[in-house]
């Protein structure tokens, strides 16, 4: 063999070698960055599982690393009203890495964000001794959401969020956070999410003249406004920077298609609605988790209301069925003549922030959203009262009234002046007699509870006087059918 041939062959195994090390290189970083960079929420087989923990879209856009988020509460203690999330109200089962309504989707790494569940589970308990139960797609009447946002900027705002504080506390509880991790952590994500939530957060400084919400509440629109179309909130009318509301039920959607929704009446689409909740929970229009939401949506279209689990006083119910049918049936049953339809506010008399700070300028800018898809908003509208909305499975919805002002059934009968002016939010204990909740705890076993008081701006329970006129014995009639709904 000439040394030519000898050359070119030897060139010929250089290059091999050279394809085949590369090709490994290629393989090796397939598996080492692939599972960094694609997107892939976690996902649940089981529905219920999905709704509490599966993935919206929110941790894409808004979502906190998951090691920053896991080591906040031992950092930070002191900015939480106790011992970690479970704190602030949210639910943690045994055996669950995160809180119900928490979900998880690896995003370059691993996020934390929010999803529908975190607005709409809660716990009930039978006494101060039961075990509590789960209970999905009812209000999150224990959520203290406003004490998380402001967790998120008190935090990012402490001279302690930083690598090399925050990097320690990580690696002292977690098993795997390898070096690319950790690279990661310490120039991209930790200054990133610090970065983040304090614009967030001065997005937000409004919350802090606003009224505490407490739990089982939110400010529907306001944060909205902020957040998906920079406001300047500052310089809004200070009647319209108060817009406080119960978190919902959402079970059985198919009969409330076409309804008007929202507490006050400004939307008549399930789907909108849906895709509007999601905005709210941190979902962007690029973001959003089309898929995850209609999971979500096909199982609540004919979910019944959890049915009411105590005993029932059958001939006491039959006098309150009729009772029902003449006092309220026409506003608040499925196929009565002013169901889903909005009563205008000085009739139906309801505390007014709410629907205050819903505005025309509001309206204009939703119906930009998702422009380009099918899905592009259309149907939010202005109004001028609150919605009459059915009662099915009214027993899991106290307090009562848009605003979570009324504790129990057997109050909303009174006239306000009768209505207790305060009382205690937060609390799971189901009170069979009144139906709600009980209202009269301020503190169990070290946790303190929310004192809910009529007289802040947004919490009135004035208005709706509906069945205040009826008997004391009509009223636990009407009560004792109500149960069943």
Not at 1 to 11: T, V
Not at 26 to 51: A, C, K, M
Not at 232 to 261: C, V, Y
Not at 476 to 483: Q, R
Request: glycine share 8%; net charge negative; proline share 7%.
């Amino acid at each position: 063999m000439s040394e030519s041939e000898k050359q070119k062959l030897l060139q010929k195994l250089i290059k091999k070698i050279w394809i085949f090390v590369i090709g490994i290189v290629l393989i090796v970083t397939g598996f080492v960055v692939w599972p960094l960079v694609s997107n892939n929420p976690v996902r649940y087989g089981d529905i219920q599982e999905h709704f509490k923990y599966g993935s919206i879209g929110s941790e894409a856009a808004n979502g906190v690393p998951y090691w920053i988020w896991k080591v906040l509460p031992a950092m930070f203690p002191e900015k939480l009203p106790g011992e970690g999330y479970q704190s602030l109200g949210f639910i943690q089962e045994e055996g669950q890495d995160l809180p119900i309504g928490f979900s998880k989707r690896r995003v370059l790494f691993d996020r934390v964000g929010l999803n529908c569940a975190v607005c709409h589970t809660s716990t009930v308990r039978d006494t101060a001794d039961s075990e509590p139960r789960i209970i999905t797609t009812m209000p999150a009447n224990t959520v203290n959401l406003m004490g998380y946002i402001k967790l998120l900027s008190a935090t990012a705002s402490d001279p302690r969020f930083n690598a090399r504080e925050m990097i320690p506390q990580i690696e002292a509880i977690a098993d795997n956070f390898n070096p690319i991790q950790k690279l990661i952590y310490r120039f991209f994500a930790i200054p990133q999410t610090r970065d983040a939530l304090i614009t967030q957060g001065e997005r937000l400084a409004f919350l802090n003249e606003e009224p505490e919400w407490g739990p089982g509440r939110v400010d529907t629109f306001n944060p909205y406004k902020a957040i998906q179309f920079h406001f300047p909130m500052d310089r809004l009318d200070s009647d319209e920077l108060i817009g406080t509301s119960d978190f919902p039920a959402i079970w059985n959607q198919k009969p409330r298609q076409g309804l008007q929704l929202h507490w006050d009446g400004d939307n008549d689409s399930v789907d909108e609605r849906n895709l509007s909740a999601a905005l709210g929970a941190g979902v962007t229009p690029t973001t959003v988790d089309l898929d995850g939401i209609k999971r979500v949506a096909d199982w609540l279209w004919e979910l019944p209301p959890p049915a009411y689990p105590y005993q029932i006083n059958q001939e006491l119910a039959t006098v309150g069925e009729k009772l029902y049918e003449n006092n309220c049936a026409s506003c608040h049953a499925f196929g009565g003549a002013k169901v889903g339809t909005v009563t205008q506010l000085p009739k139906i008399g309801t505390d007014p922030y709410r629907l205050n700070s819903y505005t025309y300028e509001l309206t204009s800018n939703q119906n930009t959203l998702y422009a380009g898809y099918p899905w592009r908003f259309s149907h939010f509208r202005k109004t001028n009262g609150y919605a009459n909305m059915p009662l099915d499975g009214v027993w899991l919805r106290g307090p009562y009234l848009h605003n979570g002002s009324v504790p129990t059934l057997k109050d909303l009968l009174e006239v306000p002046e009768n209505r207790p002016k305060e009382f205690y939010r937060g609390y799971d204990v189901f009170d069979e007699d009144n139906v709600g909740f009980v209202s009269d705890i301020a503190e169990e076993n070290g946790k303190k509870y929310f004192k809910f008081d009529t007289t802040v701006p947004g919490n009135s329970n004035s208005g709706h006087l509906y069945g205040t006129e009826l008997s004391p014995g009509e009223k636990d009639a009407l009560v004792e059918y109500m149960k069943q709904l």
